[in-house]
């Protein structure tokens, strides 16, 4: 077994067909298959049931997979390593972030991650939660920028900031004729929500009170699948949504037909964080973002102490 038959047992696991896992590795078929049919008699197990129609991975080869994925990390770390005897930063970082985060986030730290550390290459990839959680524990992603408590001892996590929500509403909305917006206007509004399995949604519903009264409002059931699109029915004067601080600096926030405002109470804001493996080898690499990330943040949210 060497880091070969490694390759080819992930590419077969992620396309599910061994034509395809072939091109990726840049091999004739005939090679990847008894590439893989000698390890499978070497370890004395079936890795794939195949088919004509499909190539499924069986169960005790599902579990191989994840050694392989920890064992190719590892052997990118010692390429990468030897790469960065001069500069510990070089190399590739895959960062995840939920889709409520990475769109005003991201123009915030590029140029400078650039400026600051030209010899890193950030690889980002946008997705919900569970799937951000997901792929990190199956070494498909290095670190994940998040906005949920993690519950699992191999993860680790930085608190990089606190972000207020904001409640959206349209112009011509009656919330405009209040000094002050209550808990108890909020728990009567038709608020509108991101479609399930996005945290924002889930966070607003605790903030809102919603799961203590029956569903309201003619725009009760809607489910968007993103925050521009629930802006969109807002200045339509469809409901209210609440909004995150950085994203305040969105596009949509100049010259629309709707109001902002803070919502002035204890639990209304989201704690964001960068998550990543306890064994990822590269700490240095997630510390030097978490501190530049914490630079490049806006007054608009409040910044955490970084433990060392």
Not at 3 to 18: N, P, S
Not at 52 to 57: G, H, L
Not at 126 to 146: G, K, V
Not at 251 to 264: A, F, M, N, P, Q
């Amino acid at each position: 077994m060497n880091l070969r038959d490694l390759k080819y047992l992930i590419a077969i696991a992620e396309t599910q067909h061994f034509g395809k896992a072939a091109e990726r590795c840049f091999v004739s078929q005939p090679t990847l298959s008894g590439q893989i049919k000698k390890l499978e008699d070497e370890l004395e197990v079936t890795l794939f049931e195949r088919t004509n129609r499909s190539v499924e991975i069986t169960p005790i080869g599902e579990a191989i997979l994840q050694h392989a994925h920890r064992i190719m990390e590892q052997a990118d770390s010692i390429t990468q390593l030897a790469r960065s005897h001069s500069d510990p930063l070089a190399g590739s970082l895959r960062l995840g972030a939920i889709l409520t985060i990475s769109p005003y986030l991201m123009p915030l730290i590029l140029l400078p991650l650039k400026t600051q550390s030209p010899q890193m290459r950030l690889v980002l990839s946008e997705e919900m939660t569970d799937t951000l959680l997901t792929r990190l524990q199956n070494h498909e992603i290095d670190a994940a920028l998040l906005a949920t408590p993690v519950e699992d001892h191999d993860l680790q996590a930085i608190p990089l900031y606190d972000e207020q929500f904001w409640l959206a509403y349209s112009v011509d909305s009656d919330l405009n004729a209040k000094a002050s917006i209550s808990r108890r206007d909020l728990e009567n509004i038709d608020l509108l929500l991101l479609s399930d399995g996005h945290c924002l949604a889930e966070q607003a519903m605790n903030v809102c009170r919603l799961r203590n009264r029956d569903k309201q409002g003619e725009m009760a059931d809607l489910r968007a699948a993103s925050l521009e699109t629930l802006l969109q029915l807002v200045a339509a004067g469809m409901g209210s949504t609440l909004v995150p601080a950085l994203a305040l600096r969105g596009s949509w926030s100049s010259g629309s037909d709707i109001v902002t405002r803070k919502l002035e109470m204890p639990d209304a804001y989201r704690r964001v964080s960068i998550v990543f493996r306890k064994s990822f080898p590269r700490r240095q690499a997630i510390d030097m973002l978490a501190r530049l990330i914490q630079a490049q943040l806006p007054d608009s949210v409040k910044k955490l102490v970084i433990k060392k």
